[in-house]
């Protein structure tokens, strides 16, 4: 899981034939054949080599010349939080020049905003620098790829107490003289007596990104800080009472899945910690082209990862959490089919209303799905979700209130 989808992770839907419009020589039939080939072309294998082997000689030119002119800068070391299963730890770091973005805890004007986010997306990646990963007594060493990053897998000790523990991270110089680079990660133990783990989706389920507003989204990520990013309404207060829980019961492990690349895990780690989410273990993606695809299946993003973390935990259990604006409806039902009973509810937020023909559809479909025996869950807001999880058991009577007026108290688009 943590590592990256397979290469071949091209959306099967996306990649079936369009049907050929019946007037070619029509305007929207021109418009229309120009987007099949396209399409075509950014899902071809020689595109992918072609525009592959660009970046790749892109990067590697950068990095001389800044090695030449003495402007490159101290490496960095990105430790991302990791998580414990079957015995092993599973990390992820990356190796990148050290970038220049601010404080995250500065008040910033959007210019510099809006460099400081750009910058995550041009860090200059550091491929071929060794380093050490330790953690409680195991080590290992680990070689960035050509865009920086690295995996590694340790042994974990037996009968490790459930939580946050520490590794450590330090890059192997090439010359003797040199300083090596230290950086410090977390991976998370789950408490083998959770109930379930959850799995929530964070575009437009927990933070408001507007991808299916089009350029709502270019400018929510360009223009706004961790600091301005807005939560979807009462979601913070909802998850809260789902790490509570009932009866006692230890809290859940939270794993954030996104098909946001790995340069916002910054910002929406700190996004998460300001809005008061349950800390968690976040999922993303490699935007960087493969040799393979040029542009990556989010879909494909989903699904890999959900049969993966299914696979790292087969006596768990799992809450899903996502919205109607993508994928997350399909995915979480095919993968409720494939693992019979090991999904404790698939909870769908309802977008907004100007996509209300997705609406009835799934409202329709969630009928469906209870003669199948799958707990599909289509709701308009956190507060309707509470009372769902609150009639499952999962959360206590009074987070149901609590939730709702958090819903109603949140400021108004």
């Known amino acids: 899981m943590?590592?990256?989808?397979?290469?071949?992770?091209?959306d099967d839907e996306a990649t079936e034939a369009l049907p050929t419009p019946e007037v070619e020589d029509s305007e929207d039939g021109i418009w229309h054949s120009v987007g099949r080939g396209v399409d075509r072309a950014?899902?071809?294998?020689?595109?992918?080599?072609?525009?592959?082997?660009?970046?790749?000689?892109?990067?590697?030119?950068?990095?001389?010349?800044?090695?030449?002119?003495?402007?490159?800068?101290?490496?960095?070391l990105a430790t991302y939080r990791g998580f414990i299963s079957e015995g092993q730890?599973?990390?992820r770091i990356r190796?990148?020049?050290?970038?220049?973005?601010?404080?995250?805890?500065?008040?910033?004007?959007?210019p510099k905003v809006i460099r400081s986010n750009l910058r995550r997306f041009a860090a200059l990646a550091l491929p071929g620098v060794r380093a050490t990963i330790s953690f409680l007594g195991s080590e290992v060493e680990v070689v960035s790829n050509r865009h920086g990053y690295a995996t590694a897998h340790l042994a974990a000790p037996e009968g490790l107490s459930p939580g946050w523990h520490d590794y450590s991270v330090a890059t192997?110089?090439?010359?003797?003289e040199e300083e090596?680079?230290?950086?410090?990660?977390?991976?998370?133990?789950?408490?083998?007596?959770?109930?379930?783990?959850v799995i929530s989706d964070v575009d437009d389920t927990v933070l408001r990104t507007g991808l299916t507003e089009g350029m709502v989204a270019v400018k929510q990520t360009l223009l706004l800080s961790a600091q301005t990013r807005r939560a979807i309404p009462g979601m913070s207060t909802l998850y809260q009472a789902i790490a509570i829980g009932v009866r006692k019961r230890p809290s859940p492990m939270f794993l954030y899945l996104s098909t946001g690349p790995w340069n916002l895990y910054e910002m929406l780690t700190d996004f998460l910690s300001l809005r008061r989410f349950p800390k968690g273990v976040l999922l993303l993606t490699d935007w960087g082209p493969q040799e393979r695809y040029v542009m990556r299946s989010g879909k494909e993003?989903?699904?890999?990862?959900?049969?993966?973390?299914?696979?790292?935990?087969?006596?768990?259990?799992?809450?899903?959490?996502?919205?109607?604006?993508?994928?997350?409806?399909?995915?979480?039902?095919?993968?409720?089919?494939?693992?019979?009973?090991?999904?404790?509810?698939i909870i769908v937020l309802d977008v907004g209303s100007h996509m209300t023909e997705r609406a009835d559809e799934l409202r329709a479909w969630q009928a469906e799905l209870a003669n199948e025996g799958i707990p599909f869950h289509f709701v308009d807001d956190a507060a309707d979700a509470a009372q769902v999880l609150y009639d499952l058991h999962v959360i206590h009577k009074a987070a149901v209130e609590q939730v709702r007026t958090a819903v109603a108290s949140a400021p108004k688009d």
Do not use: C, M, W
Not at 2 to 10: G, I, L, T
Not at 95 to 110: K, L, M, Q, T
Not at 172 to 176: H, K, N, R, S, T
Not at 180 to 195: I, L, M, N
């Open 89 to 91: 730890a599973h990390i």
């Open 42 to 76: 950014a899902r071809s294998t020689v595109t992918a080599r072609a525009i592959s082997g660009l970046e790749r000689r892109v990067a590697t030119f950068r990095r001389e010349r800044k090695i030449g002119k003495g402007t490159l800068r101290n490496t960095h």
């Open 172 to 176: 192997i110089p090439d010359d003797p």
């Open 95 to 110: 190796v990148v020049e050290e970038p220049r973005v601010p404080d995250s805890a500065e008040i910033i004007r959007d």
């Open 180 to 197: 090596p680079r230290v950086a410090q990660g977390q991976v998370q133990q789950p408490d083998p007596k959770s109930p379930f783990i």
């Open 2 to 10: 943590p590592e990256n989808p397979a290469a071949d992770d091209r």
């Open 301 to 345: 993003h989903k699904r890999l990862s959900l049969a993966r973390t299914f696979g790292s935990y087969p006596s768990s259990q799992f809450l899903l959490i996502g919205d109607s604006g993508q994928n997350d409806p399909n995915v979480y039902v095919e993968v409720a089919r494939q693992s019979p009973g090991r999904v404790k509810a």
